[in-house]
Each structure stands twice: as C-alpha cells, then as structure tokens.
C-alpha cells in the first residue's frame, strides 16, 4: 500500500498540502465549505489537478464565501462555466450553489456547518456517507470520505510514522478522541 506520506513530501503541490492541511482540523465554515468544494471538483479527476487549480478555484468562487456562493445566479454559472482556470462542470457547479444554501440552512439549526459536523460525530464512513448523500449533492463515498479524513474526521491520511501525523495528534482531532473501533464498522 502506497501512502500519501510516501509521495507527497518534496512535491511541488502535494508537498504543501499534506504538510499544512491534509488532516487537520478545520472549524471556519467558509475553510470547510472550499474543502468540500475542492473534493467535488476532483470526482473523476485527478488530486493533483484540482490542487494545481485550487488558487483559480477560490478566486473564481469568491473566496468560498458561503453567504455569496449561496446567492449565484444564472450569470455567475454562466461565468464559472467559461473560466478556463477551474473545472467547468455544470453539475458540480450546480452541486456547490445547492450545497452552499444547504450549509446556510444548517448555520440556522447549528450555528454552523462545523457544529453540524461535530453533532454527528463519531460515525463509521458508511454513516457519514449516508448522512452525506441525504443532505447534499454531488457527495458519494470517495468525496464524503476524503472530505471527513481531510478535515481531521475520519482516520487515516498519515501513517503513524510520518512527522505530520505527530503534529495532527498534537491538536486532538475529533477521530483521535473517540474509540478506533467505531471506524471498523
């Protein structure tokens, strides 16, 4: 089995995200609604081309604004389908604008996407994938997966013996605080 930890470091885009972000924990709402943009975008689709495009993406959707990409209309489709610097996927598109006005929804009954988040957990992937799919668009198992192991949710995005995983233990992410056996589900 091939890690990430075993190809990442030193690469010029792999390197920085599995060192500064993959796996940590994440509370902004607006950091957690890019995250699960990122990994709708990459269905079908390479890690590394979304990672190449990610500056393009968070420009082209206002920063992840929740609140703005919750109020696009036709002529922002319209524009993100002609900017050649993102992935021009009118269902994903459609999916990030439908999921954005879902996280508003649940801001009301939570306070915010990551208390919605918390609420839920711990959960094994199933759950989590089920949970997903009720609530969102365009979120199957690989995308809800990578999303709660990427956000500090779900174990293993770093071997036990890689330096990151030591830094990630360090801030006690949600999966590390519940028992292991919950995950074998």
């Known amino acids: 089995m091939t890690w990430y930890c075993d190809v990442a470091p030193g690469h010029e885009f792999h390197g920085p995200y599995h060192e500064n972000e993959y796996g940590f924990p994440i509370a902004d709402d607006n950091k957690l609604f890019e995250r699960l943009c990122l990994e709708i975008m990459q269905a079908g689709l390479s890690w590394l081309t979304i990672l190449k495009k990610k500056d393009n993406f968070i420009k082209a959707f206002d920063q992840f604004h929740l609140d703005t990409v919750a109020a696009y209309g036709e002529k922002d489709i319209a524009r993100l389908l002609e900017d050649s610097g993102i992935i021009r996927n009118k269902l994903k598109i459609n999916a990030i604008i439908h999921n954005a006005k879902i996280i508003q929804s649940l801001q009301k009954d939570y306070d915010s996407f990551a208390n ?70």
């Open 116 to 185: 919605w988040i918390a609420h839920h957990h711990p959960k094994p992937k199933s759950e989590w994938v089920k949970l997903f799919k009720k609530t969102f668009k365009f979120t199957g198992g690989e995308i809800t997966g990578e999303f709660l192991m990427s956000i500090g949710y779900l174990p293993g995005v770093h071997r036990e013996d890689c330096p990151i995983y030591a830094k990630i233990a360090q801030l006690d992410p949600p999966w590390m605080q519940v028992d292991q056996a919950i995950y074998d589900e």
